[in-house]
């Protein structure tokens, strides 16, 4: 049974709009939240935005509170999958 302090894994699909390619938001929130990230692939484009797929492995809070912190800045958060690690 997981606790609260059982670090998981996710993969997300994140969608930067234009106005947020400049912005170093997967930085603020490894820094703010403790987050460990491993990006799996990438395209943005600073005229049309773009989007990351990454793996991100920490608490369910930190998490969930990453989830929350990159969908206030306008960033599509689509979930991939869990745990398992998987090839992109």
């Given at each position: ?19 947020r390619v ?22 943005v ?8 797929m990454l ?11 990453s ?9 599509g958060?689509g979930?991939?999958g ?7």
């Open positions: 049974m997981a606790t609260e302090d059982t670090q998981q894994s996710i993969r997300l699909n994140l969608t930067f709009p234009v106005e400049d912005n170093p938001l997967i930085a603020q929130a490894i820094k703010q939240f403790g987050i460990i990230v491993d990006i799996r692939r990438a395209q484009e600073p005229e049309t935005g773009g989007y990351i793996e991100v492995t920490g608490t369910e809070k930190q998490i969930d509170d989830i929350a912190f990159f969908k206030s800045y306008g960033i958060v979930f991939i869990a745990d398992e690690v998987q090839a992109y």
